[in-house]
């Protein structure tokens, strides 16, 4: 908790710290496009900030909104520094970024043949993870192993107790 926290903190520093520089280095045009893409992006964030606990926020989509603000001062954070890195480097840095994080996307992919394998691998990874055991539940239960689903059920629900997880522990039983 503390790591991530940390690197968060770093990463909302750094964007004051450009704020400050933008405000002294460019006009009060530039800035205020830099306040108002900052606004953009907190508020693209603020349902997600976990003030009222949320379920299942693991979700691309959700930050479509607030992306469009960090790209946007990000621009406006372009026009203060000044790099001497030559266009085909960055294109070259861009090219490998895409092509390292398509083919984590083929590979994470292939995962999904089902739900059912989908859930198995996750849980794979991350023990706690209710949702997977809950969805490991649900295809042992449709493939008719109901005593090997009751354990998946019965852990899921004692980590997160909701209808869906007390459901597939009762049909299990």
């Known amino acids: 908790v503390l790591i991530p926290l940390i690197i968060d903190l770093a990463i909302a520093g750094l964007f004051i710290y450009f704020g400050i520089r933008i ?3 460019l006009s009060k045009k530039k800035y205020h496009t830099y306040l108002f893409f900052t606004v953009w992006a907190v508020i693209g964030l603020v349902p997600y900030m976990q ?3 949320l379920d299942m926020t693991a979700c691309e989509a959700w930050f479509y909104f607030s992306m469009a603000g960090l790209l946007g001062m990000i621009g406006v954070i372009s026009l203060t520094v000044k790099t001497n890195i030559q266009p085909i480097w960055f294109i070259l840095i861009a090219s ?5 994080l398509g083919v984590r996307t083929a590979i994470r992919g292939t ?4 739900q059912y394998i989908l859930a198995r691998h996750d849980m794979a990874v991350s023990k706690g993870d209710y949702s997977a055991m809950n969805n490991v539940s649900e295809g042992l239960i449709n493939l008719g192993k109901f005593k090997d689903a009751t354990g998946y ?10 209808v869906s997880n007390y459901d597939n522990l009762g049909v299990s039983l």
């Open 111 to 114: 995962d999904y043949r089902s």
């Open 96 to 100: 490998l970024l895409i092509i390292g």
């Open 153 to 162: 059920a019965q852990r899921s629900a004692n980590i997160y107790p909701t």
């Open 23 to 25: 405000r002294h280095k």
């Open 51 to 53: 003030i009222i606990p």
